[in-house]
């Protein structure tokens, strides 16, 4: 069964600190993995990544994809309490329009 | 621009009623609709999505069902609420392909059901 697995569950820091977030999956025909940023309601969209894109970066937040060991990683540096939100990594595959989410992380940075 | 609307924004049911949330997808044709429910601050479960009007693929058998009567509109129903109903809901869209296109989420609607 396909699984994507996100940790920590839950992340306290304080302003100006940096963060790293984990993304583990193991799915059949990995397609691309996606990272979203919700605060209140709706997820928004914060990077792509694929077989041909690797490694994306946006101001102070970047991610790579790991797909020899199955894994991606969500940077963000110098965090700010707009930061505070939850982040949520998804998977697609080839053949089925699914995306899978994990299970989440929290992040609340401290002022 | 696509923008994609649901509706209610929140919802206080009581156990053995009825359920029927709306969502509708504008500026964009065939899009791939899912819908989601997310339990408090955690990840986001797929309950159903549809490729095509009539066309509803069922992730979790539960007592809640989905129609897509037209292009751009995916309802969530349920004929009687359980407790176990309550969450967050939320409706998506993508590009129809296969995996390279990201989804864009609703506002979502609030559910408690008492």
């Known amino acids: 069964e396909d699984k994507v697995v996100q940790s920590p569950l839950s992340l306290v820091v304080h302003e100006g600190d940096t963060v790293t977030l984990n993304c583990s999956y193991e799915?059949?025909?990995?397609?691309?993995l996606l990272w979203y940023k919700q605060e209140k309601k709706a997820p928004t969209f914060l990077f792509m990544l694929?077989?041909?894109?690797i490694e994306k970066k946006s101001g102070r937040l970047s991610s790579i994809l790991d797909k020899k060991e199955l894994f991606s990683i969500l940077n963000i540096t110098a965090t700010q309490t707009g930061d505070s939100a939850i982040y949520l990594c998804?998977?697609?595959?080839?053949?089925?329009?699914?995306?899978?989410f994990g299970t989440g992380t929290r992040l609340k940075v401290l002022a | 621009s696509q923008t994609i609307h649901q509706w209610p924004a929140t919802l206080v049911q009581p156990v053995g009623s009825p359920l029927s949330l709306e969502c509708t997808v504008e500026?964009?044709?065939?899009?791939?609709l899912y819908w989601y429910r997310q339990a408090a601050g955690r990840g986001l479960q797929l309950l159903f999505y549809?490729?095509?009007?009539?066309?509803i693929s069922s992730e979790v058998p539960q007592n809640l069902s989905a129609s897509r009567p037209q292009d751009r509109q995916f309802i969530l129903s349920s004929k009687k609420l359980l407790l176990s109903d309550s969450g967050f809901y939320l409706c998506?869209?993508?590009?129809?392909?296969?995996?390279?296109?990201?989804?864009?989420f609703g506002p979502g609607t609030r559910l408690t059901v008492l």
């Open positions: 694929t077989s041909s894109g």
């Open positions: 998506a869209w993508s590009v129809l392909d296969f995996g390279y296109n990201e989804q864009f």
């Open positions: 799915v059949t025909n990995f397609r691309s």
């Open positions: 549809s490729v095509g009007i009539g066309q």
């Open positions: 998804a998977v697609t595959t080839s053949g089925t329009y699914k995306y899978i």
């Open positions: 500026g964009t044709s065939n899009p791939n």
